[in-house]
């Protein structure tokens, strides 16, 4: 075991998730098997379609922004969580060639105690405006709603995550599994600011955020 790999089971994560992998390794694996998310069959049943239902969040991000808010009073940086846990999901599909229309589902898991009613309220808000503001850049996205589970006894302040959920057609699949040598990679910086971001985006996005508070 690697020394980071020890720090993150000391901290109670998992870094290459071998345990998940362990689990799934005897099921389908979609009619692409090599590609970054599973694919599975239309849900329309159209031989030349497929479909995608995917799931991630923003992880432990939901903590550093309670932090944040505690100490200044910005209700709004919980904003910030929502879309990096949409974006977590749109990364993902994106990887396998879907830009499409894409339904978009919310899971919120929060103690009450702690987390009040305004949050809730800037939380879902956030959803369907940044589903909006996707649509208007190019990636047609529909809130359809979601789960908030008042769960106190397992969770501290808030968990943020989200599914979506798509279909394309099966010629547009990008398949990883057949990268092969001399083949061009394309890969975009996830820091600096866009022309639609209105601040300079430090690129952490919602990985390895445990080892950043705990393990530095």
Same mark, same amino acid.
């Given at each position: ?48 379609? @497929?479909?995608?239902?995917? #799931? !991630? ?6 903590? $550093? ?6 100490? +200044? ?70 809130? @359809?709603?979601?789960?908030? #589970? !008042? ?6 302040? $808030? ?6 959920? +798509? ?50």
């Amino acid at each position: 075991m690697s020394d980071n790999d020890n720090i993150y089971s000391q901290l109670g994560v998992s870094s290459k998730k071998e345990d998940v992998h362990k689990a799934i390794e005897r099921l389908d694996k979609g009619l692409f098997p090599g590609s970054f998310c599973k694919i599975v069959q239309d849900v329309n049943n159209r031989e030349d379609y @497929c479909s995608i239902f995917h #799931a !991630d969040g923003a992880g432990t991000k939901s903590s $550093l922004a309670y932090m944040f808010f505690k100490e +200044t009073g910005d209700i709004n940086i919980f904003r910030n969580v929502v879309k990096d846990a949409i974006v977590m999901n749109t990364d993902d599909i994106l990887c396998v060639g879907a830009m499409g229309n894409v339904f978009l589902s919310n899971n919120l898991g929060r103690n009450s105690k702690y987390v009040s009613a305004d949050i809730i309220q800037i939380i879902i808000d956030e959803y369907y405006e940044y589903s909006k503001k996707l649509t208007e850049l190019g990636l047609n996205v529909i809130m @359809c709603g979601g789960e908030t #589970a !008042d769960v106190g006894d397992i969770v501290k302040t $808030l968990l943020l995550d989200a599914s979506v959920f +798509t279909s394309m057609k099966r010629k547009h699949i990008i398949n990883a599994a057949n990268i092969q040598a001399n083949d061009v990679i394309v890969g975009l910086a996830s820091y600096g600011k866009s022309s639609f971001e209105d601040e300079y985006n430090s690129g952490i996005g919602s990985n390895g955020l445990t080892l950043a508070r705990h393990g530095t």
